[in-house]
Every structure is written in structure tokens, then in C-alpha cells.
């Protein structure tokens, strides 16, 4: 698996990725969708698509438990043969649940969807120069704001500087 001279690297397991901050990882999620070729558009027709079938299997399934439970309904007595011919309405749960998914993604996806398309064209596109000032600036995602921060000043703080410990 490792050669020896290679040591094994934590930042690249699933425990790191655990720790790194929701906009990171909400980032990489990105970043490794659009490797594989899913884009936003083809979320939102998985989402209707999904939404769709639903809708569909639950109508079909409330349509064959009223004729089902019709049949059945008459051969017990009393309060119960109604209440089993009244089941058929169960399957309105899910029947409402594809419905508003299909309406979510007609609506509120593509809404999203828009909003950001139209932020991909207001920012600012980076010039061959300023690309290649990015590339050469090295980002780090293993560090916070205050990591590290005091460990490059240059003279120490003086004694009567410091805060008593209380």
C-alpha cells in the first residue's frame, strides 16, 4: 500500500474532512461533483425526476388499495369494514411528498439556480496576470486566522507588560 520511504498522510482521509469547516466542505462537495460532471442543472432534473416517480408509484398504489380494499371491506363486519376501505387514503403521504418535490424543483432549484448563474457573470473574471499571481500564492486550508500568529515577532514582550494571572 505505502512504499517506505512514503508516510501516510492524515489531511487526505475522511477524519480530516470531518473537522474542516462547513463552507469547506461544502466547497469540496462542489469542487468534486463538478469532476464528475454533475451540474447544478442536472441536480435539478434529479430532483424532478425523482420527485415524479414519487408521485406516480403513490397514485398507483392508492388507486389498487381502493379497489383492493373495496373488494375486502364488505367480508368484515361492523366499523372495521369501513375503516378498511378508507385505508386507500394512507398513500396521499406520499403522493403529497413527490408532488412537493416536483414543485420544489420547478420552483425554488431553478430560483437557486438562477441566482447563481447571474453571481458566476457579476464576478469579476481574472486576467492571465492576476491568474497567475493567484497561482503562485500559496493557500492553506490546515490553518486558522490565529494559528501561528505570535510565532514570527521579533522581540519578546516585556515582563511588566504582561497581564497578572488572576
Not at 406520499?94 to 424543483?105: E, F, K, Q, W
Request: hydrophobic share 40%; glycine share 6%; charged share 25%.
Amino acid at each position: 500500500m505505502f512504499s517506505r520511504g512514503e508516510k501516510f498522510d492524515w489531511s487526505k482521509t475522511w477524519v480530516a474532512e470531518m473537522f474542516l469547516s462547513e463552507e469547506e466542505q461544502e466547497r469540496r462537495k462542489e469542487e468534486r461533483e463538478r469532476r464528475l460532471g454533475i451540474t447544478p442543472e442536472h441536480k435539478v432534473n434529479d430532483h424532478l425526476k425523482a420527485g415524479m416517480i414519487t408521485a406516480f408509484v403513490s397514485f398507483g398504489a392508492m388507486i389498487f388499495l381502493y379497489f383492493f380494499l373495496d373488494a375486502v371491506a364488505p367480508h368484515v363486519p361492523g366499523v372495521g369494514g369501513s375503516i378498511i376501505d378508507s385505508i386507500f387514503l394512507v398513500a396521499l403521504i406520499p403522493l403529497m411528498i413527490g408532488i412537493a418535490i416536483v414543485v420544489n424543483s420547478l420552483v425554488i432549484d431553478k430560483r437557486t439556480l438562477r441566482s447563481k448563474e447571474s453571481q458566476m457573470q457579476t464576478r469579476p473574471q481574472s486576467t492571465p496576470a492576476t491568474a497567475q499571481l493567484e497561482s503562485r500564492i500559496p493557500i492553506s486550508s490546515d490553518y486558522g486566522v490565529t494559528e501561528n500568529t505570535t510565532e514570527h515577532l521579533s522581540e519578546r514582550v516585556p515582563e511588566d507588560w504582561r497581564r497578572e494571572s488572576r
